[in-house]
């Protein structure tokens, strides 16, 4: 009966040591699997987070260079608009000039006497009305070129033009006075005709003022297109031909 007892307890102690065995070697074998499934996991993670933060810095990347493109051609675009009205400036300004010269030019004196002189009055007004227009066109240039040489030669010119404008339109306007006379005097024979007999001295004295102002007209209009205005007109050329050859070189760069 003992034996058997005894041989039963060594039955249950191997039986019992086998179990722990098994149990020491799943534990030892779960527990290395956990840790390599944990590593696993972290290393996952770790994987994850970097590919999140590797997306994050190409993200950030990307939109810092769309916000840089963006910038530079906005850059483009206003150094492009910039370079354009100050290629306009300078082309306006020479036109406007031109057609201040040629305005003045083309007066011809011999259109007018006292029957149109209200024609005269509106050309020179119109003449008149480019030195506004001019010096509006040469303040752009002021504004927007930046070579020192242009802008002077733009000042300088605009100085001569206005000079030869000046001077035309003195010319014009004793022309005008001259035609205005002749109107007034006409207007007053007109009357004195009427009686002719008691104002004969006086309209003889009138016809001989009117051949006076009439002669006087001619010679106006003789040293202004003959002499003078050819004169008058070289003082402004080498100015523009200053500007002209400036204006090219400083496009063309």
């Not at 354009?84 to 031109?98: F, P, T």
């Not at 205005?229 to 050859?245: A, C, G, H, I, V």
Request: hydrophobic share 40%; with cysteine; net charge negative.
């Amino acid at each position: 009966m003992l034996y058997l007892i005894l041989r039963t307890e060594m039955k249950v102690e191997l039986i019992i040591e086998i179990v722990l065995l098994f149990i020491a070697l799943y534990l030892a074998f779960f527990k290395s699997y956990l840790t390599e499934k944990g590593k696993s996991a972290a290393l996952k993670e770790d994987l994850e987070d970097l590919t999140r933060e590797i997306e994050s810095v190409k993200n950030e990347f990307v939109k810092e260079q769309e916000m840089m493109k963006t910038d530079l051609q906005r850059i483009l675009d206003n150094e492009i608009s910039y370079r354009s009205e100050e290629r306009d400036a300078i082309i306006k300004y020479h036109g406007i000039v031109n057609q201040w010269l040629y305005s003045i030019l083309e007066v011809s004196l011999s259109n007018y006497d006292k029957t149109n002189i209200s024609e005269l009055i509106k050309i020179r007004n119109s003449n008149s009305s480019f030195y506004a227009k001019t010096g509006i066109a040469k303040s752009k240039i002021l504004l927007l070129v930046e070579d020192s040489a242009l802008i002077k030669s733009a000042n300088d010119l605009f100085l001569h033009v206005m000079h030869f404008h000046y001077w035309a339109d003195e010319v014009f306007l004793k022309y005008q006075h001259n035609c205005e006379k002749q109107k007034s005097l006409t207007d007053r024979f007109i009357i004195v005709i009427k009686n002719y007999e008691e104002n004969e001295e006086l309209a003889k004295a009138m016809a001989i003022d009117e051949q006076n102002l009439k002669a006087e007209q001619k010679k106006i209009y003789e040293e202004y297109i003959k002499t003078d205005r050819n004169l008058e007109l070289e003082k402004t050329q080498p100015f523009k031909s200053d500007f002209e050859t400036l204006a090219k070189e400083y496009l063309k760069n």
